[in-house]
């Protein structure tokens, strides 16, 4: 399984982002997938997870702002980012893992978002 992320970029406060993660070699409607980021000196922490289902649940500080969702036809996972604050720059990665496993799953490569007081 392999994870492509896109669309990270450098925004003002207040603005908005839109990520996409791309899988290839597998069957991507059998996997729950998610967002983690890693800011720098901090340790990666979780962002959001939508279930195969479509049942998303998101972290605390991203309640409201931040939408989950995907396109099982695209075997694509989206983050819609709205009402970016500074403390939301971080490199943001994709995560995915089959409904079916309790491992670690896969992770994608990471895109730098950074927002601009």
């Known amino acids: 399984v392999q994870l492509q992320a896109s669309g990270g970029g450098l925004v003002q406060a207040g603005g908005s982002l839109r990520l996409s993660c791309a899988a290839s070699?597998?069957?991507?409607?059998?996997?729950?997938a998610g967002w983690y980021r890693q800011a720098p000196g901090k340790q990666r922490e979780l962002v959001a997870t939508?279930?195969?289902?479509?049942?998303?649940d998101y972290a605390d500080s991203v309640k409201g702002r931040f939408t989950i969702s995907r396109d099982d036809a695209e075997k694509s996972v989206y983050l819609q980012m709205s009402s970016l604050k500074p403390e939301d720059t971080a490199v943001y990665f994709c995560?995915?893992?089959?409904?079916?496993?309790?491992?670690?799953?896969?992770w994608g490569q990471g895109t730098q978002v950074t927002v601009s007081s």
């Open positions: 939508i279930s195969s289902s479509g049942s998303a």
């Open positions: 995560w995915s893992r089959s409904k079916y496993t309790t491992g670690p799953g896969y």
């Open positions: 070699g597998t069957i991507f409607s059998i996997y729950t």
